[in-house]
C-alpha cells in the first residue's frame, strides 16, 4: 500500500511539473505580447489558458482519489491538501498571465507601457518568467535554494511595482488616463504573479523541511 | 463513528459561518472607510483582518485532522476538502476588505473616489456587503436561492466595474493620476471580493445538490 502511495504522490508532482511548465510558456508568451505588442501570441496564451485549467482540475480529482482510496494521514495527508493548494496557485498564475495578455490585445497595435516604463516592465516581466521557471524546477528537484532564489526576486519585483507608482504618480507622467489605467493593471499583475510562487515556494520548503503552515494561498 | 463525522463536519459549517461573519464586518467597515474617509474605521479593518486569517487556519487544521481521523470517502471528502477551499477563499475576500481600507487610509484626509465616482463606488460597495451577508447566510441555511441571489449582484458589480473604466477613460475625466490609479485599483478590488463570494457560493450549490465541479477558486 505505502508503495502504491508514493507512487501516486509522485503522479501527483510530475502533474504539478506539468502544469508548472505551461505556466512558464504562458507567462513567456504573455510578457512578450506585452512588451513587442504581439497580438497573435496574446490570443495563443489566452486560447491556452483553458488547458491549465483542465490539468488543475485533472489534478484536484486525482488528490482527491488519493485521498479517498489511500486514506493518507499525518505528513502524507499534508503533502496531498498542499497539492490541492498549490493547484489552485499555479491556475491562478496561468489566469494572470492571461489578464497580462488580454491588456496586449486591447492595446494593440499600441503598446500598454510607453517610453518612460517600458524598461521597468520589460524587467518585471523578465523576473516573472524567471520566477515561474525556478518555481517549475523547485517542485520537480525540491531544491530549496530555488525557494530563496524565488523569495528575492519577488521582493526586485514589489520594488519595481512601487516604482510604476512613482513614476504614475510624479508631476512628469504625462500619460493619458487610458496608459494609467493599463499600467496600474498591469504592474498589479506582475506583482501577484510572483506573490502566488512565493505562496506555493513556502508550501514546498514547509513540506520539505517538515515545518508545516497552516494558512492559505495569500 | 458516522454521528461523530456528523458533528464535526457542523463543527466545520459553523466555524466557516463564524469567519464569514467576520467578513461581513470587514467589508462593511472597509467600505465605509473608503466612502467616508474615515481612517480609524480603516485602520480597524486593517488591524482585524489577522484574526480572519487565524480563523480561516484553525479551520484548516481542523478539516486536515478530520480527514486524518475519519478517513471519509466519496461527498463526506468532498465536504471537507471544499471547506479548505471556502476557509481560503473567505480569507482572501478579508485580504480584499483590508485592500480597499488601505486606499482609504493613503488618501485621508480626501476621498477615494471623487465626485462623478462617488455614487458608483458607493453602489459598488454597498453591493458586496450584500453579498457578503448572502453569502454568510447561504453558509448557515443552505437555502440555495441565495446563491442566485449573489451571482445577479455579482453580475451588477461587474457593470459598475465596467462603467468606472468607461469613466476613467472619456473624454470628461478630469480626475489626476492619483485618482485614476486609485479608482483602477478599488474597482478591481471590488470586482474581486464578489467573485470570491460567487466562487465559495457554487461550491455550497454543487454540494448540496450532488453535482460537483472539481474547478479551483477562480
Same mark, same amino acid.
Given at each position: 500500500?505505502?508503495?502504491?502511495?508514493?507512487?501516486?504522490?509522485?503522479?501527483?508532482?510530475?502533474?504539478?511539473?506539468? !502544469?508548472?511548465?505551461?505556466?512558464?510558456?504562458?507567462?513567456t508568451n504573455a510578457t512578450t505580447a506585452f512588451n513587442?505588442?504581439?497580438?497573435?501570441?496574446?490570443?495563443?496564451?489566452i486560447a491556452e489558458d483553458s488547458k491549465i485549467d483542465?490539468?488543475?482540475?485533472?489534478?484536484?480529482?486525482?488528490?482527491?482519489?488519493?485521498?479517498?482510496?489511500?486514506?493518507?494521514?499525518?505528513?502524507?495527508?499534508?503533502?496531498?491538501?498542499?497539492?490541492?493548494?498549490?493547484?489552485?496557485?499555479?491556475?491562478?498564475?496561468?489566469?494572470?498571465?492571461?489578464? !497580462?495578455?488580454?491588456?496586449?490585445?486591447?492595446?494593440?497595435?499600441?503598446?500598454?507601457?510607453?517610453?518612460?516604463?517600458?524598461?521597468?516592465?520589460?524587467?518585471?516581466?523578465?523576473?516573472?518568467?524567471?520566477?515561474?521557471?525556478?518555481?517549475?524546477?523547485?517542485?520537480?528537484?525540491?531544491?530549496?535554494?530555488?525557494?530563496?532564489? !524565488?523569495?528575492d526576486k519577488d521582493d526586485r519585483i514589489d520594488e519595481?511595482?512601487?516604482?510604476?507608482?512613482?513614476?504614475?504618480?510624479?508631476?512628469?507622467?504625462?500619460?493619458?488616463?487610458?496608459?494609467?489605467?493599463?499600467?496600474?493593471?498591469?504592474?498589479?499583475?506582475?506583482?501577484?504573479?510572483?506573490?502566488?510562487?512565493?505562496? !506555493?515556494?513556502?508550501?514546498?520548503?514547509?513540506?520539505?523541511?517538515?515545518?508545516?503552515?497552516?494558512?492559505?494561498?495569500?
Amino acid at each position: 500500500m505505502r508503495e502504491v502511495f508514493q507512487q501516486e504522490l509522485r503522479e501527483v508532482q510530475e502533474r504539478l511539473v506539468e !502544469i508548472s511548465r505551461l505556466v512558464v510558456v504562458a507567462i513567456t508568451n504573455a510578457t512578450t505580447a506585452f512588451n513587442e505588442s504581439d497580438v497573435a501570441l496574446a490570443e495563443q496564451v489566452i486560447a491556452e489558458d483553458s488547458k491549465i485549467d483542465a490539468l488543475a482540475s485533472d489534478l484536484d480529482e486525482l488528490a482527491i482519489s488519493i485521498m479517498a482510496l489511500q486514506q493518507p494521514v499525518a505528513r502524507d495527508l499534508r503533502i496531498v491538501v498542499s497539492a490541492l493548494r498549490m493547484s489552485a496557485s499555479l491556475e491562478r498564475m496561468g489566469d494572470i498571465a492571461e489578464h !497580462i495578455a488580454q491588456l496586449a490585445r486591447y492595446r494593440y497595435p499600441d503598446k500598454v507601457a510607453k517610453d518612460s516604463l517600458l524598461g521597468v516592465f520589460s524587467e518585471m516581466g523578465a523576473l516573472d518568467v524567471e520566477v515561474a521557471e525556478m518555481l517549475s524546477r523547485l517542485i520537480e528537484t525540491e531544491d530549496l535554494a530555488l525557494a530563496d532564489e !524565488i523569495r528575492d526576486k519577488d521582493d526586485r519585483i514589489d520594488e519595481l511595482h512601487v516604482s510604476v507608482f512613482e513614476a504614475v504618480l510624479s508631476e512628469t507622467w504625462a500619460g493619458t488616463s487610458v496608459n494609467t489605467v493599463d499600467v496600474t493593471l498591469a504592474s498589479r499583475y506582475h506583482e501577484r504573479f510572483a506573490d502566488h510562487a512565493v505562496s !506555493i515556494a513556502k508550501k514546498v520548503k514547509y513540506l520539505a523541511t517538515g515545518e508545516w503552515t497552516g494558512s492559505g494561498v495569500r
